[in-house]
DNA sequence: TTGTAAGCGTTATCAA
DNA sequence: TTGATAACGCTTACAA
């Protein structure tokens, strides 16, 4: 058009006050200008970093955030994605772990085809675009740098089994160890639920061993914190006597005392990425081709003060 | 209409997977089924709290939330709210503090005749609908149990002046004090903004004077860690040397240890109510008619291990 | 109680 | 480049 137009209508607009009717353009052109971001995750602080980095990007284009916690209220996942699909009909979802691996809600966004972005998935990571971090490779560094520690009995809280990152970090802990000619001993290696409860459980049992680890990684801040509190109770002072590390960067990390050493995730950073993959329609093309699409994000190893060298003569070895 | 007729219907909808586009409704019906949540809180599990009280009501009437940080990303309230107000539409807005008495937010309201509740709002109860809990009786009750415990020298951390709340938890402190003879000392009150790193600065000064409180109350559960904290560095133990108390019941009160004796903020419950007003329409017909509209819901004292007794001999009295 | 028709405020298509 | 016109899928008011 031409550009004295353009400008004429700009004036028209502003002087007017005119604001284009969301529902009018939903129905005219068959887009909704909305994005649903499913969760179901006890951290909160989660949740809030992955709304933030959605919103961030929705705001750029004008589009805007329908948050959906799936299990908060006891509610199934199919009645829950059901009215956001059809009748809602979001132009596009971002499913947070452990939903990224819900295969009831996979079905019903491949069957409806609406566009999806899944943030740190487990191995199918060609089912539909995702975005992640090396979780594998965190786990793996963060090893390294208690090996280098001098660390040889490390204790390894699991994260909750429902989320593809679980097993990636307790592999990458695995194999720096195997790296390093360290067999990771079974008796120090116990299931979490990436909650304070359940890392305080874990190093329950832990940590009573008459051969205890001399530090512990746990999948979670949470989990990490809950050794900590394990260990205060016992007498345990760290890092002196046992050096405990996170994943997360939880806010809380900085909150306990030592301050915990962990892995930060670029958890709004991700969020935002698949906002975009949504808005630019990346997703959706990907999706209908039936094409791999993914994004890895960096993650940081944040070093605090939960970790320090070995003890000249600890319990093992 | 006949039961039968009705029936036949329903068979219909289900036998054809009928489901009713939302934009065509709102377009028709001039009502979106949407609902905004404005929050800058730094405080994710409150956040989360309100999301999930205020989803559980919106679900049982087909409702939907639309999340709006404010100030996160260094948004200004006008360029969040026009869009939520004018292009989407949204049927309500739930305003949570400070957001709550934010002024260019409540006149965009007023002027756009949208809907809204306020959570927790500072003195001005009667502009807009709100739900809230008795802030100044749950200090005022906070108080009397550690003044029941022996202690006189109650320091008091303030919470951030942006949000109502704050002065009336100071104000329900001060008045159980004077309520039993004792008056507060001035040096005993630190201003504080609801954050860890907050509580923590105020610590710092609060304990480092010759004649330190034997109780610190600090008016949200980060400070009140923050507190913790400090004392745990100076070598205090809590609550032998010090008694702590907190206000809110975080997750991250259950987390250190001792457990924070605190008061739980039904949350939740407030963000469930208020979007019942706006559902319900109440909130709508009280501020056409500007008759006031209020809600008050219930906290609780939660007593955990962080008060003890006063010691035998404090510094102080 | 049921059926019919007229919008709601856009987008998209097609002529001009 | 511009203007006119038909959907889009509902709600609502009114007629049958």
């Known amino acids: 058009m031409r550009p004295d137009t353009r400008a004429r209508v700009k004036a028209a607009v502003a002087g007017l006050g005119y604001r284009p009717n969301l529902s009018a353009r939903s129905l005219a052109g068959s887009r909704s200008f909305l994005i649903g971001l499913c969760f179901d995750n006890p951290n909160p602080a989660y949740v809030s970093d992955a709304q933030i980095g959605a ?125 390093h000619g360290c067999a990771v001993d079974p008796d120090l290696v116990r299931q979490g639920y990436f909650t304070f409860q359940s890392g305080f459980s874990a190093a329950e049992s832990l940590l009573a061993q008459a051969a205890r680890p001399t530090a512990v990684f746990a999948a979670s801040d949470d989990m990490a914190l809950g050794v900590m509190s394990v260990a205060a109770r016992m007498g ?41 993959l949504l808005i630019s329609g990346e997703a959706k093309t990907a999706l209908e081709a039936g094409q791999p699409l993914s994004r890895m994000l960096d993650f940081e190893i944040i070093l605090r003060q939960s970790c320090g060298p070995v003890k000249a003569s600890p319990s093992g070895q």
């Open 55 to 179: 919103i961030g990007r929705c705001r750029e284009s004008g589009y805007h955030l329908l948050v959906e916690p799936f299990d908060a209220l006891g509610a199934d996942p199919a009645s829950v994605l059901e009215p956001m699909i059809f009748n809602v009909r979001v132009d596009g979802v971002i499913l947070t772990p452990p939903v990224s691996d819900h295969p009831a809600v996979l079905a019903m966004l491949d069957a409806s085809r609406t566009p999806y972005v899944r943030v740190s998935p487990e191995r199918d990571r060609t089912h539909g675009p995702s975005v992640y971090m090396d979780d594998h490779r965190a786990a793996y560094d963060m090893t390294v740098y208690l090996l280098g520690l001098g660390h040889k009995r490390i204790g390894f809280v699991r994260g909750h089994p429902d989320h593809g990152v679980s097993p990636r970090r307790y592999d990458g802990f695995a194999a720096a160890m195997a790296d």
């Open 236 to 276: 345990l002072t760290i890092p002196a006597d046992l050096s405990v590390a996170g994943f997360d960067d939880n806010p809380a990390a900085k909150v306990v005392w030592p301050q915990l050493t962990t892995v930060r995730q670029p958890i709004a950073e991700m969020a935002a990425a698949a906002a975009e």
